[in-house]
């Protein structure tokens, strides 16, 4: 038998049941798959169909296990699951499979399995955790869950059919948990946010249309329905091997969620954008594009992708996760820089000889602040010059005092009139004079720089472009600017995680530095999770996302009770979508359950740090690397630290380029923890006055907006911190609870 003509494949969920197996049965896994690729029909394997028809086969792994597969077509076989040999049999017409009319996605459903774990849920609930749960609309307990929907309903928002009459008996929100566990991926989507309390019409809408088949489903044609993304299996049998083996298998690398994987592989006309709230998978998915994308390269060895991110420290950790994904072949092919970085890389091609010092925005406002004080010049702040410097001046590129007369200054606070704008000028200008002098840069100075690099760089090649077309095609022909003659737009492909922190000077350089084509830019970030202070607008900086603009909804780290919490903290703000619209986090969810986030309050800072000590020392079973405490300011990190200390508790501190040691609980300012997360989460210090500073609070005297847009901030900090956590979320604070807790305290 020809083993090539062999397909296997496993069914998501499948993995987790060979996670529970005995050691020796996932050794016994990985020979059989070989075996199976090689000949099913090989007498060692036992291939037979069950139930004498259909498509459900059994084949031996070893003399206790077998592993059940649907036949999709001839050499086309998919694993659903692996059993002791007995289960098998005894409850064979308990086994349903199926493909979803809906989604048109291939489903298994034990019955036998799914009943149990419901009734081992049936026991009484727990008692309540620290916190009364929040009165709802819910059903009593012994009324059946969802008896306000027909059956009909049901499968029309894709719940799998075989379950609705176990589906029926659910009465408590544990029950259901229990089906969850070994139900198909929509069927727990769609029965979770029900039970949250969502109206058929949102689920319809929210959870279902997303994932439906855009053609009619035929539900006999299974080869088809494993081709959709609706049917999560592995798809390389590199793959298959990882899962089969189980261990620290990153489901990740395998199991897109439909949502997805479309978006990961689409075809579009021009540059995507991708949102979503916190752990939707968003890096998730620019890792996956950016594989799709290296796919369809021909082979070479140059880097024609570019993978790019706000900050040195998650750049790291993207290259690190693309390796986990493709291996040293995929990562060969990418340019994994931060964007600053890359500005800086452009800045020094074209000035080999430069020493400058690039300094950060805390350095700066030093530079700002001793230039005012040596001229005496007491009518400004140094934080608004360095804003309106940054934000309007470099933001828009302008190059003279003119220009900033007219320049928009949309969004940054108090109106300044003509005399003020010059005055404002001629101190930028001494200002940008003082750092040349002192051979220093700001990083906003060298994003400006790069982006007129680039876009000159652009011209030129575009001149070039137009010189051969009007030659008529030919590529030696004698150009004009021959110095030029060898240049190329620098990638092919452009993706972007963490888009919202990006600032225009990045933007502009980076649509220069890729040509506008179909797949040119494709940019993953959530503008609720905007930590720096541009906003910008793609449309005018040359990026048009219009009609290519997703989100995803599905939340794959943190619980539905953390989520809970942290949307109020967002509770009554408006968000951007990075292109003049508004972003919503409609239909945000987890199917993940937890515990309620605790809320903590001390009289002092003091006794709050005692607290916090206290309560990690009754966390003995967790890595203590695996929990992080999030502080306003360094100097709270560090008295965190100390106390810690006493209590005998080590801990490493996050700075810019990530955690400064490996063993120990992690601590951090707010700013550092984008991009990570962790099994338990402590978010200390949330009293006003520190969450929002009181620096920013005094702003609503004196600039309205710019208070707005501090507070906005602020918020988002600790929108961020909060939806770090995986499992358990703690939020302690001293004296008055900051404003942003007053909707949980509320609850
Ligand atoms: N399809 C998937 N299967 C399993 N795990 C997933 C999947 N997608 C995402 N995850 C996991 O969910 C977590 C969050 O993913 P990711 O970091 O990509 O989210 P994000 O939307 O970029 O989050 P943030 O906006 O907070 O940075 C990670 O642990 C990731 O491995």
Same mark, same amino acid.
């Given at each position: 038998?020809?083993?090539?003509?062999?397909?296997?494949?496993?069914?998501?969920?499948?993995?987790?049941?060979?996670?529970?197996?005995?050691?020796?049965?996932?050794?016994?896994?990985?020979?059989?798959?070989?075996?199976?690729?090689?000949?099913?029909?090989?007498?060692?394997?036992?291939?037979?169909?069950?139930?004498?028809?259909?498509?459900?086969?059994?084949?031996?792994?070893?003399?206790?296990?077998?592993?059940?597969?649907?036949?999709?077509?001839?050499?086309?076989?998919?694993?659903?699951?692996?059993?002791?040999?007995?289960?098998?049999?005894?409850?064979?017409?308990?086994?349903?499979?199926?493909?979803?009319?809906?989604?048109?996605?291939?489903?298994?459903?034990?019955?036998?399995?799914?009943?149990?774990?419901?009734?081992?849920?049936?026991?009484?609930?727990?008692?309540?955790?620290?916190?009364?749960?929040?009165?709802?609309?819910?059903?009593?307990?012994?009324?059946?869950?969802?008896?306000?929907?027909?059956?009909?309903?049901?499968?029309?928002?894709?719940?799998?059919?075989?379950?609705?009459?176990?589906?029926?008996?659910?009465?408590?929100?544990?029950?259901?948990?229990?089906?969850?566990?070994?139900?198909?991926?929509?069927?727990?989507?769609?029965?979770?946010?029900?039970?949250?309390?969502?109206?058929?019409?949102?689920?319809?809408?929210?959870?279902?249309?997303?994932?439906?088949?855009?053609?009619?489903?035929?539900?006999?044609?299974?080869?088809?329905?494993?081709?959709?993304?609706?049917?999560?299996?592995?798809?390389?049998?590199?793959?298959?091997?990882?899962?089969?083996?189980?261990?620290?298998?990153? !489901?990740?690398?395998?199991?897109?969620?439909?949502?997805?994987?479309?978006?990961?592989?689409?075809?579009?006309?021009?540059?995507?954008?991708?949102?979503?709230?916190?752990?939707?998978?968003?890096?998730?998915?620019? /890792?996956?594009?950016?594989?799709?994308?290296?796919?369809?390269?021909?082979?070479?060895?140059?880097?024609?992708?570019?993978?790019?991110?706000?900050?040195?420290?998650?750049?790291?950790?993207?290259?690190?996760?693309?390796?986990?994904?493709?291996?040293?072949?995929?990562?060969?092919?990418?340019?994994?820089?931060?964007?600053?970085?890359?500005?800086?890389?452009?800045?020094?091609?074209?000035?080999?000889?430069?020493?400058?010092?690039?300094?950060?925005?805390?350095?700066?406002?030093?530079?700002?602040?001793?230039?005012?004080?040596?001229?005496?010049?007491?009518?400004?702040?140094?934080?608004? /010059?360095?804003?309106?410097?940054?934000?309007?001046?470099?933001?828009?590129?302008?190059?003279?005092?003119?220009?900033?007369? !007219?320049?928009?200054?949309?969004?940054?606070?108090?109106?300044?009139?003509?005399?003020?704008?010059?005055?404002?000028?001629?101190?930028?200008?001494?200002?940008?004079?003082?750092?040349?002098?002192?051979?220093?840069?700001?990083?906003?100075?060298?994003?400006?720089?790069?982006?007129?690099?680039?876009?000159?760089?652009?011209?030129?090649?575009?001149?070039?472009?137009?010189?051969?077309?009007?030659?008529?095609?030919?590529?030696?022909?004698?150009?004009?600017?021959?110095?030029?003659?060898?240049?190329?737009?620098?990638?092919?492909?452009?993706?972007?995680?963490?888009?919202?922190?990006?600032?225009?000077?990045?933007?502009?350089?980076?649509?220069?530095?890729?040509?506008?084509?179909?797949?040119?830019?494709?940019?993953?970030?959530?503008?609720?999770?905007?930590?720096?202070?541009?906003?910008?607008?793609?449309?005018?900086?040359?990026?048009?996302?219009?009609?290519?603009?997703?989100?995803?909804?599905?939340?794959?780290?943190?619980?539905?009770?953390?989520?809970?919490?942290?949307?109020?903290?967002?509770?009554?703000?408006?968000?951007?979508?990075?292109?003049?619209?508004?972003?919503?986090?409609?239909?945000?969810?987890?199917?993940?359950?937890?515990?309620?986030?605790?809320?903590?309050?001390?009289?002092?800072?003091?006794?709050?740090?005692?607290?916090?000590?206290?309560?990690?020392?009754?966390?003995?079973?967790?890595?203590?690397?695996?929990?992080?405490?999030?502080?306003?300011?360094?100097?709270?990190?560090?008295?965190?630290?100390?106390?810690?200390?006493?209590?005998?508790?080590?801990?490493?501190?996050?700075?810019?380029?990530?955690?400064?040691?490996?063993?120990?609980?992690?601590?951090?300012?707010?700013?550092?923890?984008?991009?990570?997360?962790?099994?338990?989460?402590?978010?200390?210090?949330?009293?006003?006055?520190?969450?929002?500073?009181?620096?920013?609070?005094?702003?609503?005297?004196?600039?309205?907006?710019?208070?707005?847009?501090?507070?906005?901030?602020?918020?988002?900090?600790?929108?961020?911190?909060?939806?770090?956590?995986?499992?358990?979320?703690?939020?302690?604070?001293?004296?008055?609870?900051?404003?942003? /807790?007053?909707?949980?305290?509320?609850?």
């Amino acid at each position: 038998m020809n083993n090539t003509s062999v397909t296997l494949r496993l069914l998501d969920k499948a993995d987790k049941e060979i996670l529970k197996l005995p050691r020796t049965v996932k050794g016994a896994l990985y020979d059989f798959q070989h075996k199976f690729k090689a000949n099913p029909q090989a007498t060692g394997l036992q291939l037979k169909q069950l139930k004498g028809e259909g498509r459900l086969w059994s084949a031996r792994v070893n003399d206790e296990y077998r592993a059940l597969l649907l036949r999709l077509a001839d050499g086309d076989w998919l694993i659903v699951s692996v059993k002791h040999r007995k289960e098998v049999y005894e409850n064979l017409d308990r086994l349903t499979y199926g493909i979803n009319q809906i989604t048109g996605g291939i489903e298994y459903v034990d019955l036998q399995v799914v009943e149990e774990s419901v009734l081992r849920r049936a026991a009484p609930p727990r008692p309540p955790a620290v916190e009364p749960a929040p009165p709802t609309a819910r059903p009593a307990q012994s009324e059946p869950l969802f008896g306000h929907l027909t059956d009909q309903q049901l499968t029309d928002l894709g719940v799998a059919e075989p379950l609705v009459p176990v589906i029926r008996t659910l009465t408590t929100e544990d029950q259901l948990l229990g089906l969850i566990e070994y139900a198909p991926q929509l069927t727990g989507e769609v029965l979770l946010w029900l039970v949250d309390g969502k109206s058929y019409n949102d689920v319809l809408e929210q959870v279902t249309a997303p994932v439906a088949a855009s053609e009619p489903v035929d539900t006999e044609d299974f080869q088809a329905a494993a081709e959709r993304p609706a049917t999560m299996v592995t798809t390389t049998d590199e793959a298959l091997r990882e899962a089969l083996e189980g261990g620290s298998f990153g !489901r990740w690398k395998v199991f897109l969620h439909p949502t997805q994987a479309k978006l990961v592989e689409r075809d579009y006309s021009g540059p995507a954008r991708v949102g979503g709230g916190p752990g939707t998978g968003k890096t998730i998915v620019a /890792l996956h594009r950016v594989k799709h994308l290296v796919d369809q390269l021909p082979p070479g060895r140059t880097k024609p992708v570019l993978l790019t991110t706000y900050n040195k420290n998650l750049a790291a950790d993207l290259r690190a996760r693309l390796l986990e994904l493709g291996g040293e072949a995929l990562v060969s092919r990418v340019d994994i820089s931060h964007v600053d970085q890359l500005a800086l890389r452009v800045v020094r091609e074209a000035e080999p000889g430069s020493s400058k010092q690039t300094i950060d925005d805390n350095q700066a406002l030093r530079e700002w602040r001793a230039m005012l004080d040596e001229l005496g010049e007491s009518g400004w702040d140094a934080d608004f /010059l360095h804003d309106e410097w940054t934000q309007v001046i470099l933001g828009q590129a302008v190059v003279s005092r003119t220009e900033y007369f !007219r320049a928009r200054r949309a969004g940054r606070g108090r109106n300044v009139n003509r005399a003020e704008r010059a005055d404002i000028w001629q101190l930028t200008e001494k200002f940008t004079q003082r750092l040349d002098r002192l051979g220093r840069q700001t990083w906003a100075q060298v994003a400006e720089r790069a982006a007129r690099l680039e876009m000159g760089r652009e011209q030129r090649i575009q001149a070039i472009e137009r010189q051969r077309e009007e030659a008529g095609g030919l590529d030696n022909i004698h150009l004009q600017d021959g110095s030029a003659a060898w240049l190329r737009y620098r990638y092919r492909h452009i993706v972007v995680d963490e888009a919202q922190d990006l600032q225009p000077g990045h933007w502009k350089m980076l649509r220069s530095m890729v040509a506008r084509d179909r797949n040119d830019i494709f940019l993953v970030g959530d503008t609720h999770q905007r930590i720096y202070k541009q906003q910008v607008t793609l449309g005018s900086l040359g990026i048009n996302i219009r009609g290519r603009s997703a989100r995803l909804t599905l939340s794959y780290r943190t619980t539905r009770q953390i989520l809970e919490k942290a949307l109020e903290v967002l509770e009554g703000e408006s968000f951007d979508d990075l292109d003049g619209n508004s972003e919503t986090l409609a239909g945000y969810r987890s199917v993940l359950s937890g515990g309620r986030p605790e809320l903590h309050a001390s009289k002092d800072w003091e006794s709050e740090r005692d607290a916090i000590a206290e309560l990690i020392a009754t966390w003995d079973d967790i890595p203590h690397e695996q929990i992080a405490i999030c502080v306003p300011t360094n100097q709270m990190a560090q008295e965190v630290a100390v106390t810690l200390a006493h209590a005998g508790i080590r801990a490493v501190e996050i700075g810019p380029d990530g955690p400064r040691g490996s063993e120990g609980v992690h601590i951090g300012t707010m700013f550092r923890f984008k991009g990570l997360e962790y099994q338990r989460m402590i978010i200390a210090g949330v009293s006003e006055g520190l969450v929002p500073r009181q620096a920013v609070i005094r702003l609503q005297r004196t600039d309205t907006l710019r208070y707005k847009r501090e507070l906005l901030r602020a918020r988002s900090l600790l929108f961020v911190a909060a939806t770090r956590s995986r499992d358990s979320l703690a939020i302690f604070w001293h004296g008055t609870p900051s404003r942003f /807790l007053e909707p949980l305290l509320a609850a």
